[in-house]
């Protein structure tokens, strides 16, 4: 996994602009975090579930990847950028 400041990133409100205008926002926390609040268009993609869901996730346009440190949004993007998607923490 990709530390945090290796890989693209957006700043929260250019996020909320991108998503706007048609990202997609892959939601990386578990499920406990996922239920204590998220953003309503999020795809709820737990990391511990990405094995069998990894065809969930988009593989075109913009995607913005988050969670509540960005560390597991960090790595999951680092992989994605790496598969030629356009993703940002």
């Not at 990405?50 to 960005?70: D, N």
């Amino acid at each position: 996994m990709g530390a945090p400041d290796t890989v693209p990133s957006v700043s929260a409100t250019e996020a909320m602009a991108e998503i706007q205008q048609g990202a997609a926002l892959v939601d990386v926390r578990e499920r406990t975090e996922w239920d204590a609040g998220h953003a309503p268009q999020a795809l709820p993609l737990p990391l511990t579930e990405l094995g069998h869901r990894a065809g969930e996730l988009p593989r075109t346009g913009r995607v913005v990847v988050v969670c509540r440190s960005g560390r597991r949004s960090a790595g999951l993007v680092a992989q994605l950028v790496a598969l030629g998607v356009d993703a940002v923490n």
